[in-house]
Nanobody, 127 residues
Framework: QVQLVESGGGLVQAGGSLRLSCAAS????????MAWFRQAPGKEREFVAT????????LYADSVKGRFTISRDNAKNTVYLQMNSLKPEDTAVYYC????????????????????WGQGTQVTVSS
């Protein structure tokens, strides 16, 4: 198990940027594929981005491709989500998730594939 704590959310105007961070506890962070999901009021949780254990593989939802970048620093046990050109429809609670992955290159897009979740951080984009 790994404990996850997100930070970096806030209120930003449309077109602005935010960087979310997710700090993980434990010594086995490099064993986990990591992802960001988000949930807007009245909507289901949706996939945003994922990165493999080995940094080499990433995958993005079509709605954020070209605007968001996921990265990780295994030495700091942290995964990041750089969000640029933010839109009001990006408003949501953003969750960090971790999956213990045998594959160094595996990326996973379904929420039920992840068994470790953070508490979420609110991102609000005003128009």
């Amino acid at each position: 198990q790994v404990q996850l704590v997100e930070s970096g959310g806030g209120l930003v105007q449309a077109g602005g940027s935010l960087r979310l961070s997710c700090a993980a506890s434990g010594r086995t962070f490099s064993s986990y594929a990591m992802a960001w999901f988000r949930q807007a009021p009245g909507k289901e949780r949706e996939f945003v981005a994922t990165i493999s254990r080995s940094y080499s593989s990433t995958l993005y939802a079509d709605s954020v491709k070209g605007r968001f970048t996921i990265s990780r620093d295994n030495a700091k046990n942290t995964v990041y989500l750089q969000m640029n050109s933010l839109k009001p429809e990006d408003t949501a609670v953003y969750y960090c998730a971790a999956k213990n992955s045998i594959s160094s290159y595996g990326v996973y897009v379904r929420a039920n594939q992840y068994d470790n979740w953070g508490q979420g951080t609110q991102v609000t984009v005003s128009s």
